[in-house]
């Protein structure tokens, strides 16, 4: 990917752009929670010849830190924006994990510039089926992205899928880590507190692709159906694989995704 920064409105963002064929809608992804650009590369890859954009959120990677919170809400205005200046009217749209939220809204905030819309590993927010405790008491801290030897061992637990099969694809997985700063991962985690998509899902009027984990801790399978259900347009497609099954599966995942979205 190319990585640039980007001044929208007085925010930096630093965007990275897999370069593709023009005469598609490009891809656009919002990123898991704490997550920079470079760990969703494994998937891009994968895209057949499709154009890529991924940014990292306020506070994450190379992106400073807002000077107020933000909601998906904000946080979907400020794509609409960043795409303005890309010169993109429409795009496809995909969220992974914490990404969901954005990408759920921005389908609802800017419905005519979304055409397909891909939901990994997601579910519908605040009213979702939510993780074991031990799992959610892991995530309520960045700890992970800063400590390789914690990551290590806590992985399987909180991801599941290949992570617990094999471990050393963790070491592999860290080597993209950019991590930035705590605030960064608060402010998402105060982004999405108390969000949620369920009142209005049956209003979403674009085709969805929702992919879930049979193996995910985080976020159980059962939020993939809920989604599916909701959404007019959606079929659920599952993986036998964990959390993070877009990287671990990539080739897999990559072709589910450009048979939807061709």
């Known amino acids: 990917m190319q990585v640039s920064l980007h001044d929208v409105d007085g ?3 630093r965007v990275g752009i897999r370069a593709g064929d023009k005469a598609l809608p490009p891809l656009l992804l919002f990123n898991g929670i704490g997550a920079n650009v470079e760990l969703v590369e494994p998937f891009v890859d994968a895209l057949d010849g499709r154009e890529a954009i991924v940014f990292d959120v306020p506070g994450v990677g190379g992106s400073p830190a807002p000077a107020l919170p933000y909601r998906p809400r904000t946080l979907a205005g400020l794509t609409a924006r960043l795409l303005d200046q890309l010169g993109h009217r429409e795009v496809d749209v995909l969220g992974v994990s914490w990404g969901g939220a954005p990408a759920q809204q921005f389908a609802l905030q800017y419905g005519p510039r979304c055409r397909r819309l891909v939901l990994a590993a997601t579910s519908p927010g605040h009213f979702m089926v939510p ?4 799992v959610l008491l ?3 801290s960045p700890r992970r992205y800063r400590d390789r030897a914690y990551m290590e061992r806590v992985a399987g637990d909180i991801y599941g899928g290949a992570f617990r099969r094999s471990p050393e694809l963790v070491r592999h997985h860290l080597r993209h880590v950019r991590w930035s700063s ?3 991962y608060y402010l998402q985690l105060l982004a999405v507190a108390g969000w949620s998509s369920l009142p209005w ?4 009027a674009q085709p969805a692709l929702v992919m879930a984990g049979t193996d995910d801790p985080l976020v159980p399978a059962v939020n993939g159906r809920i989604l599916a259900g909701l959404i007019p347009k959606a079929r659920l497609v599952t993986l036998d ?3 993070l099954f877009l990287i671990t599966s990539a080739a897999e995942a990559g072709a589910m995704v450009c048979d939807f979205l061709g």
């Open 241 to 243: 694989d964990g959390h």
């Open 11 to 13: 925010q930096v963002l």
């Open 131 to 134: 993780a074991k405790p031990s």
């Open 201 to 204: 899902l049956p209003f979403l």
């Open 138 to 140: 892991r995530m309520m």
């Open 182 to 184: 705590d605030l960064g």
